[in-house]
């Protein structure tokens, strides 16, 4: 009897410990040779600043020169864990969880070891610096295949930052009655990082601009006989049922040689005010000879800034776009806002930048006023195909009534943030102001992936790829995150639920 | 047989056709969402068989096979005498059905599996383990079988109700019904005589309807696409001098096959043409008819006018499915523009295929290689004709494209051709003088 509960508890050990294997703990190398070099990989994590609240950082070293990968993370309090299966390291939630409530404020030490061949080789350690801030716990993203102008399946989803978990908000198949046509869902916006106010818009096929208003959701058309078209860009008032909304006539043309492949360009664009409780539209701006775009309201909503393009030298203005694009620029304008009466003052010029010949695109203010992000790039409205593209940031106080350009405006150093030579576009503010978000193509040049930075005081951190659960997920998606967008919850209506808006 | 001779030898580009608008992964993930969902396993199923298409004969085979199966299985339950013959009808629906070259394999999985769960049931004891039999049974098989809301498991396009399919998945389960209720008139006989006499009745009758429903046409057009793809230039001439096409995509292919043997300018009047739209037609926004005009661009040169070609009909297949052949160009466009890193993401996609796996593995190592590019027969080239000016293209071709494109390199012989014929299926002389002018 003895014997048996001996082998009895044998038996358990083992199986705890090749579970406990499986978890993956590896043991560290016994011998390596140092390579004096910091790992390469990927992604990128070396040095960066997270928030503490942020899904592990799953990462690998190259599978085509490496066979095994070893970390070992050890946080501020001493404690070491070390991971490792194949290339990949992948840690679970929990455990990280733990080590980054037990660095809050500190870093993570992390050392990696790479076995090339039958040789192990050790790299210098990197710091993962846990910042106090969180991050916001959702981001929305359509995903789409950066196409040209067919498309089949797309879909904006959901996903929890603070996990791996991403489920869908809607897709394009569900309420689409006619295949030939096809069905575009597009531009999903939020009142104030709360998703009881938001919208998405439905092209062709069962088309509607789909709005939820304290979580009623109604689907309306807001084309109108004096809007060129129904609305496109939108900003939600922060505090009102508004929403502003570019109207636009977009075109697009492919190029033969350059590496932009695409241009995306307006033909003609404008700006209305969409009041939710009236259904009414009324026309904040529309100069027949000038391009706005991209509206966002500042965060007290009494500002609403957009782009707007500047005029075409005489000898181009009468000329077609498809030869005038690469003049075309845009500078950023505001017009404050009167909410009581719904009155729009007048166009303040904030940032010129047509004269440094560069063109800005897609502005948010910061959530406390204080800084201004948007794209940057040398012409045209559509940055997130232009190589050139950078993230642009620049303090508010600097704006005192006369327009900022590059040499007055002070802006922050980005260089951490953007990438050399790859479209770095759509910026936007976490809910604390603490966290940058950007659509970048610096990966591979094609497919857009939502990278972070932390912000404080006017500084800037590296920028790092969203975590993945398997670190392989972005080599292998052939889909854009498209419209990165911050939630401070998630969207709790259903697919299902949403669908039924179009029965109507 | 029959099947497997009429699909190798009557059919094989329908086969071909079939096997290019999908993309088999053996990946996980892949896996997953497909039988993640009702009807998954008859549609992985049917997707891991159609792999084979692209070797004719073995698709062949695997039709053939899955088709007895199914006839085998209704003979278990309908048994001899003059219903055996009734056994063939599912079958040569389902053989129907397959005509269509929107018709997917899936559904031929589906009535098999169903089939195969109704044989398994009936094989239980009789009483309360077969109740539970069949209440385990149905929504598993729901889950294997059962089309989901997008129906897209069983027919390309999901608008489309496949009929046919559904008619051979009902007789499968009322034929043995019929049988049951019909054998007290009809008694078994035991020798081979009626059961042969039913079989070839409904052998002759199902034989004559599959044989005039076959699309022979579509087969032929069909056969000159895949000779494209496969850059089966002189195949391509040959076939044409048996019989000259006369359809868009065949007079497309068949000046693509001249012009890459260098004679498309000598010969070009010996064949039908048509117009423009032969030469280079305006791409459409569908799946099948872009591929050889897409095929023209890029062996021209016109390295992002083809890559957005084939991306763009990729996009268009309705069941949102990726296809070997597209991937496979992709990366090549990508590669020749020097955007490797796309360009190994697709190639990376093929190395988790069947088929492709090798190229994939040959190709990789070339990326970022320019030396081992500029000497690639094909790749070097390409590089070296395409274009040298910028400007927008549209989806249909003018002659400033192809002068371009010519004076940017006038080693491109295609684009010299290609040019020349442009203008004398247009007539248009002014144009041509202007050019040899400009071209001394």
Known sequence: MKSYIQSYVMFLVAAMLLLSSCAGHPDVPSSSKESKSLPAIYPDYCNVIIPYNIAPLNFMLPADEYSECVARITTPDGKQQTYGNGVKVQIPEDEWHEMLAASKGKSLKIEVWGKKGDEWLSFNPFDIIVAEDPIDEYLSYRLIEPSYVA??????????????????????????????????????????????????????????????????????????????????????????????????????????????????????????LYDVKTDSVTVVSNDSTLLEVYPTWSPDGKYLYYCKSVPLPEEMADKDIRTTYPKIQYNLYRRSFDVATHNFGDEELVYDAASADKSVTLPRISPDGRYLLFALGQYGCFHSRHHDADIVCIPMEKYTGTALTAETSSPVDMSLVNSDGYSDSYPSWSSNGHWIMVASRRDDDNYSRVYFAYFKDGKVGKAFLLPQEDPEHNVFLLKSYNRPEFMIEPVKISVDEFSKVFDK | MAVILFFGMAYPHHLHYQEQFQLFLFDSNYVWDIVKLPGGVADLLGRFCTQFFLYAWVG???????????????????????????????????????????????????????????????????????????????????????????????????????????????????????????????????????????????????????????????????????????????????????????????????????????????????????????????????????????EAFYQLGMINVAQR????????????????????????????????????????????????????????????????????????????????????????????MLESLYFGCTDNSMAYQYLIAYYMLTGDRERYNNFISKNR
């Open chain 1, 151 to 272: 498309w089949t399946f797309m879909e904006i989803a959901q996903r929890n930052i603070t996990s791996f978990e991403e489920t869908q908000i809607f897709n394009n198949e569900i309420t689409n009655i006619n295949k030939e046509k096809g069905q575009c869902i597009n531009c999903h916006s939020y009142q104030n990082y709360k998703t009881d106010n938001m919208l998405f818009h439905v092209r062709l096929s069962n088309a509607g601009t789909v709005i939820v208003n304290d979580g009623k959701i109604s689907r309306v058309n807001l084309k109108r006989d004096y809007t060129i078209s129904s609305g496109v860009y939108p900003a939600w008032h922060p505090t009102e049922k508004l929403i502003a909304f570019s109207t636009n006539l977009t075109r697009q043309a492919f190029h033969t040689l350059n590496p932009n492949k695409i241009e995306v360009y307006d033909l003609a664009s404008d700006m209305i």
């Open chain 2, 309 to 400: 070609t084939v991306f763009e009909a990729q996009e268009a297949i309705l069941d949102f499915q990726k296809s070997g052949r597209c991937y496979k160009r992709l990366a090549q466009t990508n590669l020749i523009n020097g955007n490797y890193e796309v360009a190994r993401k697709y190639l990376m996609a093929l190395q988790k295929t069947l088929f492709y796996r090798d190229w994939a593995n040959e190709t990789l190592p070339l990326l970022g290689d320019e030396e081992a590019i500029a000497k690639h027969p094909e790749y070097g080239r390409l590089r070296k004709w395409a274009y040298k000016d910028n400007f927008f293209f549209s989806d249909h071709v003018t002659p400033e």
């Open chain 2, 60 to 294: 062949a085979v695997i039709i053939g096979i899955l088709l007895s199966a199914i006839q085998l299985l209704v003979s278990r339950f309908v048994g001899g005498g003059w219903f055996y013959g009734l056994s063939y009808v599912p079958s040569f629906l389902l053989w129907l059905f397959l005509l269509d070259e929107h018709a997917l394999l899936g559904g031929v999985w589906a009535v098999l599996l169903t089939f195969l769960a109704v044989w398994g049931l009936c094989k239980l004891p009789k009483g309360l383990v077969r109740y539970i039999g069949i209440i385990v049974a149905l929504p598993i098989l729901y889950w294997m079988v059962g089309t989901h809301w997008n129906g897209c498991h069983y027919y390309r396009y999901p608008k489309v109700f496949p009929t046919l399919l559904y008619v051979a998945w009902l007789l499968a389960l009322a034929i043995p019904l019929l049988v049951y209720v019909c054998r007290k008139w009809l008694k078994d006989s035991k020798g081979l005589v009626i059961p042969l006499c039913s079989f070839a009745l409904v052998a002759v009758v199902m034989g004559a309807v599959v044989w005039k429903n076959a699309n022979f046409k579509a087969e032929k057009v069909m056969q000159y696409d895949f000779m494209a793809s496969h850059q089966q230039w002189n195949r391509i001439i040959e076939t044409a001098n048996k019989e000259k096409p006369n359809n868009q995509i065949g007079v497309t292919v068949q000046n693509l096959a001249l012009a890459m043997r260098g004679v498309l300018l000598d010969q070009m009047q010996n064949y039908n043409q048509n117009g423009i739209a032969g030469l280079l037609p305006d791409v459409q926004s569908d799946a099948t008819s872009p591929m050889p005009t897409a």
